[in-house]
T-cell receptor, first 111, second 116 residues
Framework: QKEVEQDPGPLSVPEGAIVSLNCTYS??????FMWYRQYSRKGPELLMY????GNKEDGRFTAQVDKSSKYISLFIRDSQPSDSATYLC???????????FGQGTRLTINP | EAGVAQSPRYKIIEKRQSVAFWCNPI?????LYWYQQILGQGPKLLIQ????????DSQLPKDRFSAERLKGVDSTLKIQPAKLEDSAVYLC??????????????FGQGTRLTVV
């Protein structure tokens, strides 16, 4: 069993839709939860960073962490064609000695 | 602030040849990571350095891969000999280190390796 599971998609939605991306994990030691966005032929860039459980909002993006279910989500409101990218969840334990990534979900927003 | 620099951007080699990748992290970042990203997959950690010491190399195929970080700054990753399954993007990332944790990891653009 992989430490982090993420549906690879691909996911295609119309512009303006609400997008929900999800990851599950098995390691209960994970405390830090991140979402990275990766455009084609580019390196990943950090989008959201959350510690422990709860919600965090940044503009059109909302990250949720449910540690009891070992489940994290990223919501994108009013999605734009420029949001088309691969979204990677990542997580690490206390002390952040190791950053573990999910498989990535390829998202396309259609104009 | 300059980002993480990697070179070359692209490399095509024949199997059994050797190849080396170079990474210059963000100035002052103590932690440096090398990840392998196969097409359609998430990045897989190969090796993590804290200054010039190795923190984690459990997933580095040590019979063919080697990495070093001299003087705790630049790093090189080498593959010798290369296999077809080594075709991937090799990502370098760096982060600061506080007393409690590493902060955000910044990634370079990666080196796309094709082994034919």
């Amino acid at each position: 069993q992989k430490e982090v599971e993420q549906d690879p998609g691909p996911l295609s939605v119309p512009e303006g839709a609400i997008v929900s991306l999800n990851c599950t994990y098995s390691n209960s030691a994970f405390q830090y939860f991140m979402w990275y966005r990766q455009y084609s032929r580019k390196g990943p860039e950090l989008l959201m960073y959350t510690y422990s459980s709860g919600n965090k909002e940044d503009g059109r993006f909302t990250a949720q962490v449910d540690k009891s279910s070992k489940y994290i989500s990223l919501f994108i409101r009013d999605s734009q064609p420029s949001d088309s990218a691969t979204y990677l969840c990542a997580m690490s334990d206390q002390g952040a000695q190791k950053l573990v990534f999910g498989q990535g979900t390829r998202l396309t927003i259609n104009p | 602030e300059a980002g993480v620099a990697q070179s070359p951007r692209y490399k095509i080699i024949e199997k059994r040849q050797s190849v080396a990748f170079w990474c210059n992290p963000i100035s002052g970042h103590a932690t440096l990571y090398w990840y392998q990203q196969i097409l359609g997959q998430g990045p897989k950690l190969l090796i993590q350095f804290q200054n010039n010491g190795v923190v984690d190399d459990s997933q580095l195929p040590k019979d063919r891969f080697s990495a070093e970080r001299l003087k705790g700054v630049d790093s090189t990753l080498k593959i010798q000999p290369a296999k077809l399954e080594d075709s991937a993007v090799y990502l370098c990332a760096s982060s600061q280190r506080t007393l409690l944790m590493n902060t955000e990891a910044f990634f370079g653009q990666g080196t796309r390796l094709t082994v034919v």
